[in-house]
């Protein structure tokens, strides 16, 4: 009944838990990155930098966040037509999904 030499030959104590302390150190590192990753993603998704300071975003000064962004998505969002987007006029049109918060 007792054939298990072969076997415990094969699995040798040391190297298994090594391992596991490795793929562990491993695992915590690529977790650590992910989150450091994504606080820096986020980060970068909502600072929309007003460059000149006049308290508006102008297409120029959103176009830093998100370059994809369209003049014509812009002019929707402008809703008072002055040509720039105030704060809350961003984040209207973030919460309406038109820019990306
Ligand atoms: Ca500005
Ligand atoms: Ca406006």
Request: aromatic letters at 6%; charged letters at 25%.
């Amino acid at each position: 009944m007792f054939r298990r030499e072969g076997e415990s030959l094969r699995v040798r104590p040391a190297w298994p838990f090594s391992l596991e302390k490795q793929e562990m150190k491993k695992i915590v590192l690529t977790l650590g990155a992910i989150s450091a990753f994504a606080v820096a993603q986020a980060n970068a998704q909502t600072v929309v930098t007003d460059a000149d300071g006049n308290g508006t975003y102008s297409m120029e000064e959103l176009l830093v966040a998100f370059p994809e962004l369209t003049e014509e998505v812009f002019k929707a969002a402008d809703t008072d037509a002055d040509g720039a987007l105030s704060a809350d006029e961003l984040k209207a049109a973030q919460d309406a999904g038109n820019i990306p918060a």
